[in-house]
């Protein structure tokens, strides 16, 4: 099982910034869909964003375009999520996972896997005060 470990996460005002790091434990990056969820207290856990790592191709969801971006560090077997422009409703814990992936049909994959083929980080807590 590949490990993921996510740091970056704190609390910040309405309108700052900040940046997630996910570390993953793989010989290499490319191969597969990385994605951020959240999952706000009393809410089902939602995608944010996903990179197919093998082209970068990335997505996001309507709620954060425009403001948080994703991205990657091959060397570094590291997935970014750049924060920007945050609102209290973003406040959230937020989780990094990974699953092998073919093309970058990254959505595609959230119901078409099965919950063993998924690698998940311990989450980290993002704190938005208004």
């Known amino acids: 099982q590949v490990q993921l470990v996510e740091s970056g996460g704190g609390s910040v005002q309405a309108g700052g910034s900040l940046r997630l790091s996910c570390a993953a434990s793989?010989?290499?990056?490319?191969?597969?869909?990385m994605f951020w969820f959240r999952q706000a207290p009393g809410k089902e856990r939602e995608p944010v964003a996903s990179?197919?790592?093998?082209?970068?191709?990335?997505k996001s969801a309507d709620s954060v375009k425009g403001r948080f971006t994703m991205s990657q560090d091959s060397a570094k077997k590291t997935v970014y999520l750049q924060m920007n422009s945050l609102k209290p409703e973003d406040t959230a814990m937020y989780y990094c996972?990974?699953?092998?992936?073919?093309?970058?049909?990254?959505?595609?994959?959230?119901?078409?896997?099965?919950?063993?083929?998924?690698?998940w980080g311990q989450g980290i807590q993002v704190t938005v005060s208004s």
């Open positions: 996972a990974r699953v092998r992936a073919f093309n970058r049909d990254c959505y595609g994959l959230l119901l078409g896997r099965p919950a063993a083929d998924w690698s």
């Open positions: 793989v010989e290499t990056l490319p191969g597969a869909c």
């Open positions: 990179i197919y790592t093998t082209n970068e191709y990335t």
